[in-house]
T-cell receptor, first 112, second 114 residues
Framework: NAGVTQTPKFRVLKTGQSMTLLCAQDMNHEYMYWYRQDPGMGLRLIHYSVGAGITDQGEVPNGYNVSRLKKQNFLLGLESAAPSQTSVYFCASSYLGPYEQYFGPGTRLTVT | DQQVKQNSPSLSVQEGRISILNCDYT??????FLWYKKYPAEGPTFLIS?????DKNEDGRFTVFLNKSAKHLSLHIVPSQPGDSAVYFC?????????????FGKGTKLSVIP
């Protein structure tokens, strides 16, 4: 039982490049989330999904898009990366929305 | 506007003593509260939670206290151990229909000194 996994673990992008972060969970959870963590800012919600094919914006959605074609996978896309998107990105999932969420190990992204 | 506030960015405690981490919230709709622990280079892990129908919840060395009138909760760790050194996040949610999110504080870095 792997829980929540994230790919890749590290990535360096140049400004303007695009990339997709992949999150996968094997707990059959309905809800999935993407957060970013910046120094002194805590965890801020980017986008979330309440089921396959259903997504919504969180607190800081600008510059990101998401896709959830299958229940177990949640993708976060950066179409044109900016230095302000340098951060650590965490994916999480939960069985019931506003309760315990289980986090992946994170992806450290640097945009130069 | 920050709805969940952890006003102490850091806290140092001697091993064996009590660690008390504090959290305040402003949204009176919040009725479920959680604490997460995060080590460097790892994802946050769930530690303990409390519903607003209770004022205390214990799990081993960890106890969370909720004061609804003050909109304040605290996490007590007794006794503190060096392995407890981590960043602790407080989170809150509203459990009503249409609610899917947790709102996190900015975290408190706990250092337990051997």
């Amino acid at each position: 039982n792997a829980g929540v996994t994230q790919t890749p673990k590290f990535r360096v992008l140049k400004t303007g490049q695009s990339m997709t972060l992949l999150c996968a969970q094997d707990m059959n959870h309905e809800y999935m989330y993407w957060y970013r963590q910046d120094p002194g800012m805590g965890l801020r919600l980017i986008h979330y999904s309440v089921g396959a094919g259903i997504t919504d914006q969180g607190e800081v959605p600008n510059g990101y898009n998401v896709s959830r074609l299958k229940k177990q996978n949640f993708l976060l896309g950066l179409e044109s990366a900016a230095p302000s998107q340098t951060s650590v990105y965490f994916c999480a999932s939960s069985y019931l929305g506003p309760y315990e969420q289980y986090f992946g190990p994170g992806t450290r992204l640097t945009v130069t | 506007d920050q709805q969940v506030k952890q006003n102490s960015p850091s806290l140092s405690v001697q091993e064996g003593r009590i660690s008390i981490l504090n959290c305040d919230y402003t949204n009176s709709m919040f009725d479920y509260f959680l604490w997460y622990k995060k080590y460097p280079a790892e994802g946050p892990t769930f530690l303990i939670s409390i519903s607003s129908i209770k004022d205390k919840n214990e799990d081993g060395r960890f106890t969370v206290f909720l004061n609804k009138s003050a909109k304040h909760l605290s996490l007590h760790i007794v006794p503190s151990q060096p392995g407890d050194s981590a960043v602790y996040f407080c989170a809150a949610s509203y459990s009503g229909a249409g609610s899917y999110q947790l709102t996190f504080g900015k975290g408190t870095k706990l250092s337990v000194i051997p």
